[in-house]
């Protein structure tokens, strides 16, 4: 079955379901993962500079048969070393993969683009106040930002949410399955194992269905091939109601949880260490 896609602002088009290289594959080989992803018809592969990885990602595109024109490749750089320019930093990517101010950096990304550098350019876990400055003096709008997105932080995205959907902005996702991995207690598993026995879906399958029916750009990852399929499988399932949807936001409601706001505190209590 083909994933289908969305068209970004640019007028390129992203599949909605992307295969993610961190996570379980976090500082790894990602040549077999990557590989069962490819050959599972996956054509959006997500990956970062501090996921430790990038190389073998590139390998196995490589290794893959895929011409590279087909796969849609994301990749994020975290922080600038001293001197160092975004250009620099994503050509340093770029070799792996084989193929200061914020302002001031939003317009380095869009040199970039302009370069051939990039074929579109998006930003990650940009909160309201960020994505505001970016649209105050960006010439080329970012056509993405990646979020951790799932029922349990839902409702704090919405006013960032809001000002996207006003510029066109897609929304990607990590940790969708937050519910299922992480808060495996939480209140929203229960209406997951209702509805799936109302669709006959697992729970991985209602919480993707979920975040296919909010028009986010799924990335999830596994090490099973067997999963890979049951994810793509999520498009031919029958569409969630506005009540199963109303269900999902309820319970997501019940409990506040943020994987990167948790980081986020643990990255600047390291910083201040560091500087003491």
Same mark, same amino acid.
């Given at each position: 079955?083909?994933?289908?896609?969305?068209?970004?602002?640019?007028?390129?088009?992203?599949?909605?379901? +992307?295969?993610?290289?961190?996570?379980?594959?976090?500082?790894?080989?990602?040549?077999?993962?990557?590989?069962?992803?490819?050959?599972? !018809?996956?054509?959006?592969?997500? *990956?970062?500079?501090?996921? +430790? !990885?990038?190389?073998?990602?590139?390998?196995?595109?490589?290794?893959?048969?895929?011409?590279?024109?087909?796969?849609?490749? *994301?990749?994020?750089?975290? $922080?600038?070393?001293?001197?160092?320019?975004?250009?620099?930093?994503?050509?340093?990517?770029?070799?792996?993969?084989?193929?200061?101010?914020?302002?001031?950096?939003?317009?380095?990304?869009? +040199?970039?683009? $302009?370069? +051939?550098?990039?074929?579109?350019?998006?930003?990650?876990?940009?909160?309201?106040?960020?994505?505001?400055?970016?649209?105050?003096?960006?010439?080329?709008?970012?056509?993405? !930002? %990646?979020?951790?997105?799932?029922?349990?932080?839902?409702?704090?995205?919405? =006013?960032?949410?809001?000002?996207?959907?006003?510029?066109?902005?897609?929304?990607?996702?990590?940790?969708?399955?937050? =519910?299922?991995?992480?808060?495996?207690?939480? =209140?929203? !598993?229960?209406?997951?194992?209702?509805?799936?026995?109302?669709?006959?879906?697992? %729970?991985?399958?209602?919480?993707?269905?979920?975040? $296919?029916?909010?028009?986010?750009?799924?990335?999830?990852?596994?090490?099973?091939?067997?999963?890979?399929?049951?994810?793509?499988?999520?498009?031919?399932?029958?569409?969630?109601?506005?009540?199963?949807?109303?269900?999902?936001?309820?319970?997501?409601?019940?409990?506040?949880?943020?994987?990167?706001?948790?980081?986020?505190?643990?990255?600047?209590? %390291?910083?201040?260490?560091?500087?003491?």
């Amino acid at each position: 079955m083909s994933i289908p896609v969305y068209t970004l602002l640019d007028g390129h088009t992203i599949p909605r379901l +992307g295969f993610g290289s961190g996570t379980a594959h976090l500082r790894q080989d990602a040549v077999k993962p990557v590989l069962m992803a490819l050959h599972a !018809n996956y054509m959006h592969i997500d *990956t970062a500079q501090m996921y +430790g !990885n990038e190389d073998t990602v590139g390998d196995a595109i490589a290794q893959s048969g895929v011409p590279r024109e087909k796969v849609f490749l *994301t990749t994020k750089f975290f $922080e600038l070393t001293e001197g160092q320019t975004v250009e620099q930093s994503l050509k340093s990517s770029l070799e792996k993969l084989k193929p200061g101010q914020l302002e001031d950096v939003w317009r380095q990304m869009e +040199g970039v683009k $302009e370069a +051939g550098l990039a074929r579109s350019i998006g930003i990650s876990n940009f909160r309201l106040d960020e994505l505001e400055r970016v649209l105050r003096v960006a010439k080329h709008k970012p056509v993405v !930002n %990646q979020l951790e997105f799932h029922p349990y932080n839902y409702e704090q995205l919405l =006013p960032v949410l809001k000002l996207q959907a006003a510029h066109g902005i897609l929304t990607e996702s990590w940790g969708g399955l937050t =519910p299922l991995t992480r808060k495996t207690d939480g =209140p929203v !598993n229960a209406v997951l194992q209702e509805l799936g026995k109302k669709i006959r879906a697992s %729970q991985g399958q209602i919480l993707m269905k979920w975040l $296919e029916q909010k028009r986010v750009i799924v990335v999830t990852t596994t090490s099973k091939e067997a999963r890979l399929k049951e994810y793509v499988d999520v498009y031919a399932l029958p569409e969630l109601s506005d009540e199963d949807m109303k269900a999902i936001d309820e319970a997501g409601r019940q409990l506040h949880y943020s994987a990167s706001e948790l980081c986020a505190q643990h990255y600047f209590a %390291q910083k201040v260490q560091k500087a003491q």
